[in-house]
């Protein structure tokens, strides 16, 4: 950090498989891309290139390789998987990601609906190829999953082979763990992380209000997800008690 400060939480340092921040990247330049490595890269684990926006993209395989280069791991949207997946391309999405040397992968089916069993399969497969990441809700705002499925579909997958389980909210944060407002389905949540450890779910968190929730029901190393590269230092902050909204949480006020 640029100066001392007392009373700041312990963060967990990169490279850390807990405390991670997961950043969408919708299409970003390559300019962007540089200037969101130059800032950001200590606190980015992960980049996620969002639903298919891999597909149009001009100068991906630039871009992908600046992040790798940072150190940056990156991977595709769970969308584009399921884009190949009902087109009967699975091998060819394999391909691509050896061609482009992606090493972590996302299996969701938020847009089509793929038997459990045979998502699990596919999970199964893909550890031989990286670090599998399983998306786990509907995008659909109509499909609501009760609290014993959703911690019924995190074990199998888990147990499957994911690294992570991520937990479905889209990119605007308004389905899944959220209700349409945005308002987080608490309930759900305390559920899920009854059986479920935190550290191996990823929250996608888009709305401020979403991370400090989780911010302030499991800590400052919790794993946070979609998050828009011009939050990544406000993000950073609000973890480690420096934004208004955290100001109070680690402060040790006995001394004041």
Not at 91 to 114: A, C, F, Q
């Amino acid at each position: 950090m640029n100066f001392n400060l007392s009373q700041i939480p312990d963060r967990n340092q990169k490279p850390r498989e807990h405390g991670i921040t997961m950043v969408m990247d919708k299409g970003l330049s390559l300019n962007e891309a540089e200037n969101l490595i130059s800032v950001g890269n200590p606190h980015i684990d992960i980049v996620k290139l969002g639903f298919g926006t891999a597909y149009v993209t001009p100068n991906l395989r630039q871009k992908i390789e600046l992040y790798q280069a940072a150190g940056i791991p990156v991977y595709f949207g769970g969308t584009l998987f399921e884009a190949f997946l009902i087109r009967n391309q699975f091998e060819d999405y394999i391909t691509m990601m050896r061609d482009y040397k992606i090493e972590h992968v996302e299996v969701s089916d938020g847009s089509i609906n793929i038997p459990h069993a045979e998502k699990c399969g596919y999970i199964e497969k893909l550890t031989s190829f990286g670090t599998v990441l399983s998306e786990v809700g509907s995008k659909d705002a109509a499909h609501i999953i009760p609290p014993y499925k959703w911690i019924e579909l995190m074990k199998a997958e888990l147990e499957a082979g994911s690294t992570y389980v991520i937990a479905e909210a889209r990119e605007a944060g308004n389905v899944g763990i959220y209700r349409g407002s945005g308002e987080v389905r608490e309930g759900l949540v305390q559920e899920i992380l009854t059986q479920i450890p935190e550290q191996k779910i990823i929250w996608e968190a888009p709305q401020k209000a979403q991370q400090l929730y989780f911010l302030e029901l499991i800590g400052c190393n919790v794993n946070l997800g979609n998050i828009a590269p011009t939050e990544v230092i406000p993000l950073e902050a609000m973890r480690i008690g420096l934004r208004g909204d955290t100001f109070d949480l680690y402060l040790d006020k006995t001394n004041a």
